[in-house]
Structures are given as structure tokens and as C-alpha cells.
């Protein structure tokens, strides 16, 4: 929860139905790109008792170092507008579902959509109800990060619109195929990137829409000690 706010406050709060669930960064704004964002690593939801769920559950050594716990992600706003958007969807999934599909629709010049820039695909009916999304918007190019592997390969068919990008600093780093498999890393400087033949995606996210790059990167502006670990 946000600190210092009381409990019955935050859940008034996050079980207030979101009025807008689409939205952009200002890394996104740059191509017409827009996204969808559930808090990372944990959230504290529920109706009448908050109880802690896991929204990474594929987080690894990333958890140590998530660009989604740090800056803007902390303040109480974005803490509320993100745990409001995965309440929402734990409340009434069919709901949710139109209307993201409404919100992503009205948007005219809508070039690609981000599924998370902060959370992760927490499970098989989370994951599949994005796939029918994708189905429903099929000239819209949706993209994901994501450390759940596993469960992706699972999937079944998935749209030709979605596609998933493996981040390293997981728990199933060893089941990415570096030659098949779009992924991504984090690396300390552009010249390592470029070197290692990744597609950079530190100022825009052009290149993470675009399933024909495989390997996608990321110039990590912290500490180098975590280059080449996650997205």
C-alpha cells in the first residue's frame, strides 16, 4: 500500500472502478504508443482486507533492481492507478475487458500497445485474456516483456498482432533461445549494445513493437554491475 495511507482509505481507493486504463509515458508519447500498467513485483489488493499477491512471479534477480520501483512508480498516485487497474480486473474480468478494448480503440492514431510497463503476466487466465484482446484488435500491434516463460510457451496459438519479448533476470533465463526467441538485455553502454548486435530501445520503443527484431537492448543508467540482466 502507499505509506501512510490508511487501510480503509487505500481500498476506497483501488476499488473505485478506473475511469481511464489506457494511457502513455512520455518514453511511449514519442511513437503514439500506449500501455497498460499493474504495480510490479507485489500488490495489496482485495474488497474488505488487502492481501499481497504476487504480480512478478517470474522475477528474479531483476527484483533487485526494478526500474518499476523506483522514480514516479513509488508515489502514492501511480501506486493507486496501478493497483485500481489489476483490482479492476481481479473485480470483473469481462468488464475490464471491454473496456480496455474500447479505450484502445478510440485511440485513432494508436501506432502499437505496451502490455505492462511495470507488472507481469501473474498468470494463465491473465495472460490468455490479453491474447483475446490482441484477437479482437487485430490491426492493432500489442508487445510485452515478460519473464514468464513458461506459461507463454503454454499459450497455445497466439495472434499474429502479439508478441512476447524474454527478459533476462528471471527465474527461466535458461529456456530462452537467444536464436529464436525475441529477448531482451540490459547493457551498460550504447557501443556494448551495438557491439553485441541488439536493437536499442533506451529512448524509444520503436524497435520493441517491431516483431521482426529479435534482439532488443537497453542501456541500463544505474549500476553496471546489472547490465545484461533484464528489462
Known amino acids: 500500500m502507499a505509506k501512510g495511507m490508511p487501510v ?3 481500498l476506497g481507493a483501488i476499488n473505485t472502478w478506473p475511469k481511464k486504463m489506457v494511457k502513455q509515458n512520455s518514453k511511449l508519447a514519442l511513437t503514439n504508443f500506449y500501455q497498460w500498467s499493474i504495480p510490479a513485483l507485489t500488490a495489496a489488493v482485495g474488497t474488505e482486507t488487502p492481501k499481497v499477491m504476487s504480480t512478478c512471479p517470474g522475477a528474479g534477480s531483476c527484483a533487485g533492481f526494478c526500474y518499476a520501483q523506483q522514480g514516479g512508480y513509488g508515489f502514492k498516485s501511480a501506486m493507486v492507478a496501478h493497483t485500481r487497474n489489476l483490482q479492476a480486473y481481479l473485480t470483473d474480468s469481462k468488464k475490464w475487458r471491454t473496456q480496455i478494448i474500447s479505450e484502445i480503440s478510440s485511440k485513432k492514431k494508436l501506432a502499437a500497445f505496451r502490455i505492462h510497463d511495470s507488472g507481469d503476466f501473474f498468470n494463465r487466465g491473465y495472460l ?11 490491426d492493432v500491434q500489442f508487445y510485452a516483456y515478460t519473464k514468464m516463460i513458461p506459461l ?15 527478459s533476462y533476470g528471471g527465474k527461466w533465463d535458461d529456456q ?6 525475441r529477448h531482451s ?21 520503436a524497435n520493441a513493437a517491431d516483431p521482426t527484431k529479435l534482439r532488443v537492448g537497453l542501456v541500463y543508467h544505474g549500476n553496471s554491475a546489472f547490465a545484461g540482466s533484464a528489462v
Not at 530462452?176 to 526467441?181: R, S
Open 8 to 10: 480503509d482509505e487505500w
Open 128 to 138: 490468455a485474456q490479453w491474447a483475446e484482446i490482441a484477437r479482437a484488435l487485430p
Open 152 to 166: 507463454v510457451r503454454r499459450l497455445g496459438e497466439t495472434p499474429n498482432n502479439l508478441t512476447f519479448i524474454f
Open 176 to 181: 530462452i533461445n537467444e536464436d529464436t526467441d
Open 185 to 205: 538485455k540490459v547493457f551498460s553502454s550504447h557501443a556494448d549494445l551495438v557491439a553485441a548486435g541488439y536493437w536499442d530501445t533506451t529512448e524509444s520503443d
